[in-house]
């Protein structure tokens, strides 16, 4: 498991997310208006519309948000009009990150995002410094209390999973980006519970960061995703599970 994705698990199992509720619902409602303008409102006919908005489900958002979210998209109801805006830099430790943000004022998040980086350690660089260790992945992540593993691989396998691993006390299936929601039906359909699944990049090599070093790289991760304008970030650190853990308890 890339360190990113076990340090959101461990957030993610410690109620994090449902402390920042509001502003993951802020988020989810910008992404679904965004895929809403760019694709269409019918979900049917929109992938990215339709995984926005099962993540959006899965957040137990109400229906009338979701629904108002694709009006504005659509032009149904008036609304801000946001653009995909990505950032690539360096953290401490000598880390790549990328940052996707929606925002209605690209000048303002650019300056925002390059003063978080730097009074946390890092710097920006220029676009294409460090995505090219990054590929575009469907990710799910399940705790191995929910499925036996030759049960699970033939499932995901047959819905079009590329690989199915062991990690520690979970599963991690990585599959091609059109292929998730598949997946996950599959898995809903034979009651097989996930603790993540998302559109995600998932670096193709790591960087080991230990001591001060990590603890100041997840502060840095930790104040972009709590911005705003921020959609994701990915990073290719390397940090053991159980610094993670005592990281997770000071943050």
Known sequence: MSGHSKWASIKHKKGAADAKRGRLFSKLIREITVAAKDGGGNPDMNPGLRTAISRANEANMPKDNITKAIKKGTGELPGVSYESCTFEGYGPGGVA?????????????????????????GNLAGSGSVAWIFSSKGYILIDKTQANEDDLFSICVDAGAEDVKVEGHNYEILCEQKDLENIKAALKSKNIKWETAELTKLPNSTIKVAGSAAKQLLSLVETLEDHDDVQKVYANFDIPEEVLEEIAQEI
Do not use: H, M, P
């Open 97 to 121: 990150i990328i940052v996707d943000t929606l925002t209605d004022n690209k000048n303002r998040t650019s300056a925002e995002i390059r003063n978080i980086f730097s009074k946390r350690g």
